[in-house]
């Protein structure tokens, strides 16, 4: 109550109604964002493969230290044994 109108105390109380209830839609958001990126680390700086072309050739995965010695065939597409380590690398995550 800081009016002396009861109409504008009303208008007042459902402007800080509103406002609480916004902030509580967005901190529900985040938390529904932050549910679904789950703890796969991704941002920005952290890397999933390191490829080296000088002076000599690999491709590895930092995480499950699965690596190839050709990396043209890996830009070609061939991921198949990438694709296989990290799905054995998240069930062993899921495991612990």
Known sequence: QNEKSQLQNKVAAMKVLQSRLLERARRDRE???NALKGD???SWGSQMRSYVLHPYQMVKDLRTDYEVGSPDAV???DLDGFIDAGIRWRRQQ???
């Open 40 to 42: 796969g680390g991704n």
């Open 94 to 96: 899921g495991d612990r």
């Open 31 to 33: 938390a529904e964002l």
């Open 75 to 77: 830009f070609d597409g």
